[in-house]
């Protein structure tokens, strides 16, 4: 189901859990910033998440209230997570679904790095 990306943050939140250890998860690198752990339903042979440490929504509650730190702290864990994962060089693709037509479905903000292999159209058709 798609989260309503408006809802105040929720702590309990799967990706809360994640961070906080409570839940397990393939961890593959962490910061001051942010944590990025493997999907447990992997779309591509790369696929990995992204988050921020900070209790934020979806990418429109992250743009508007992160200081400008947390963000430069996040964006750069993300192409620091895609570098260690040997991306650059083939290429990947980040997605943050964002609310209802995102699909968006666990209310913590999330950055997908996809890659590994061709991805294909940028929109399913
Ligand atoms: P969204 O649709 O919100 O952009 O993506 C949520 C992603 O989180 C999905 O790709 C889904 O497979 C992944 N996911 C959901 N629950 C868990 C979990 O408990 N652990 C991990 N590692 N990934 C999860």
């Known amino acids: 189901m798609p989260i309503d990306p408006t809802r ?11 961070l906080r250890g409570e839940i397990p998860s393939a961890r593959v690198y962490e910061d001051e910033w942010a944590i990025a752990f493997e999907d447990i339903h992997p779309q ?10 900070g209790a934020y ?3 429109d509650d992250f743009s508007a209230r992160a ?4 963000i430069a702290g996040f964006v750069r864990a993300v192409g620091a997570v895609a570098r260690a994962k040997g991306l650059v060089e083939t290429g990947y693709r980040l997605l943050a679904n964002t ?5 968006q479905e666990v209310p913590h903000l999330h950055v997908h790095i996809l ?7 940028m929109i399913a058709r």
């Open 8 to 18: 105040p943050y929720d702590d309990q939140n799967i990706f809360a859990k994640i």
């Open 44 to 53: 591509a042979a790369v696929h990995t998440l992204v988050i921020p440490r």
């Open 57 to 59: 929504v979806s990418w």
């Open 67 to 70: 200081s400008a730190e947390e």
């Open 99 to 103: 609310g209802r037509h995102g699909g």
């Open 115 to 121: 890659g590994g292999q061709p991805l294909g159209a």
